[in-house]
Nanobody, 130 residues
Framework: QLQLVESGGGLVQPGGSLRLSCEASGGNVDDYSIGWFRQAPGREREGLSCIDFRSEETYTADYVKDRFTISRDKAKNTVYLQMESLKPEDTGIYYC???????????????????????WGKGIQVTVSS
């Protein structure tokens, strides 16, 4: 089964940038849409940006669209999330997840379905603080 491992999190000052990586293994990554999700303290998990690994079609939520960019490296089976102009409210645990049967926008929007039927990484902490 597909396994996902996140990396690249950490502490960053407000206004700074981070690039998260999600490396996939153990399955045919081309069959999946992969997305980045965030769970802030006291809040529901939310979809941020998702990509169809085969076609590179992307979807990014309006609330991060001007700051976050998703991409993938097919040779490395890796999906990236480039985050710019980070704010304290971006603090949270960031997860990548994959689902084989949903469109790329549905993966980002239907978080409960992906939670129940998708494959998830363990998550990585991102803290935006001075």
């Amino acid at each position: 089964q597909l396994q996902l491992v996140e990396s690249g999190g950490g502490l960053v000052q407000p206004g700074g940038s981070l690039r998260l990586s999600c490396e996939a293994s153990g399955g045919n990554v081309d069959d999946y849409s992969i997305g980045w999700f965030r769970q802030a303290p006291g809040r529901e998990r939310e979809g941020l940006s998702c990509i169809d690994f085969r076609s590179e079609e992307t979807y990014t939520a309006d609330y991060v669209k001007d700051r976050f960019t998703i991409s993938r490296d097919k040779a490395k089976n890796t999906v990236y999330l480039q985050m710019e102009s980070l704010k304290p409210e971006d603090t949270g645990i960031y997860y990548c997840a994959a689902h084989p049967g949903l469109t790329v926008d549905a993966v980002c929007i239907m978080v409960s379905t992906v939670r129940d039927y998708g494959r998830w990484g363990k998550g990585i902490q991102v803290t935006v603080s001075s």
